[in-house]
């Protein structure tokens, strides 16, 4: 469990992770704020917890699956119960907001290439 410190590839996502699920799934958070993504958790409720403990605001926090193995436009997958959050007006596991799925995406391809 650890938050990113510099750049990876998605193989080395892959070869470097404990946790990695039946299907080639890495647990992910990232703090769109902030601009950093954690990773390798089997909850996504222990990466939040990292995160808070190192200064993140809870609402900056957003729970995705990574594929390190599919294509591009299935590598990322914003489903997390940390993720449900009506006072944001989040109702789901999902990220309803396409402007939060965007930063989302942004700060998750400045941390893993291809």
């Not at 193989?11 to 992910?28: A, I, P, R």
């Not at 993720?83 to 400045?110: A, F, H, M």
Request: glycine share 4%; net charge negative; charged share 30%.
């Amino acid at each position: 469990m650890r938050i990113l410190d510099s750049v990876i590839s998605k193989k080395v996502l892959l070869k470097s992770s404990e946790v990695v699920f039946d299907e080639c799934m890495v647990k992910g958070v990232v703090d769109v704020d902030r601009g950093e993504l954690a990773i390798d958790a089997q909850l996504h409720a222990d990466l939040e917890q990292l995160f808070l403990e190192n200064g993140s605001l809870q609402e900056s926090l957003w729970g995705i699956n990574l594929y390190p193995d599919d294509a591009p436009e299935d590598f990322i997958e914003f489903d997390s119960m940390i993720n449900i959050r009506p006072r944001q007006n989040n109702r789901s596991r999902g990220v309803e907001s396409l402007e939060t799925r965007e930063k989302i995406t942004e700060v998750v391809q400045r941390w893993i290439t291809e």
